[in-house]
Nanobody, 115 residues
Framework: QVKLVESGGGLVQPGGSLRLSCVAS????????MAWYRQAPGKQRELVAA???????NYADSVKGRGTISRDNAKYTMLLQMSSLQLEDTAVYYC?????????WGQGIQVTVSS
C-alpha cells in the first residue's frame, strides 16, 4: 500500500504560477511511475504530466511549455510546477503512483485559477 498526500493547491490569479507537491509513503517509491492528473467539473479525469522511475517525462499538450514535473526519490516526493496559469487549469489535481499491477491515488487537491 502506498499513501499519497498532495499539497500546494489553492487560489491563483490568471497568469500566475503554482507548485504542487506529492509525498509518498513507502520505500519503493523509486519503482513507481508518478503522475499528476486533474479533473475539472463535468469533465473526465485527464493526465497532466508523468515521470518514470528513470526520469523520463510526458506532458499533456495543454501544459507543455508551462509545466515541469520532477521527482526526488530520496525524499519520496514528486513536484509539479506550472506557470502562466489559465482559467482552464482550474480542477482537482490528483497524484498517482503506478507500478503494474499496483495503482494508487491521492485524495486530490483543489486548484482554482480566478481573478
Amino acid at each position: 500500500q502506498v499513501k499519497l498526500v498532495e499539497s500546494g493547491g489553492g487560489l491563483v490569479q490568471p497568469g500566475g504560477s503554482l507548485r504542487l507537491s506529492c509525498v509518498a509513503s513507502g520505500s519503493i517509491f523509486r519503482s513507481y511511475t508518478m503522475a499528476w492528473y486533474r479533473q475539472a467539473p463535468g469533465k473526465q479525469r485527464e493526465l497532466v504530466a508523468a515521470i518514470t522511475p528513470g526520469g523520463s517525462t510526458n506532458y499533456a499538450d495543454s501544459v507543455k511549455g508551462r509545466g515541469t514535473i520532477s521527482r526526488d526519490n530520496a525524499k519520496y516526493t514528486m513536484l509539479l510546477q506550472m506557470s502562466s496559469l489559465q482559467l482552464e487549469d482550474t480542477a482537482v489535481y490528483y497524484c498517482n503512483a503506478n507500478w503494474v499491477p499496483w495503482n494508487f491515488w491521492g485524495q486530490g487537491i483543489q486548484v482554482t485559477v480566478s481573478s
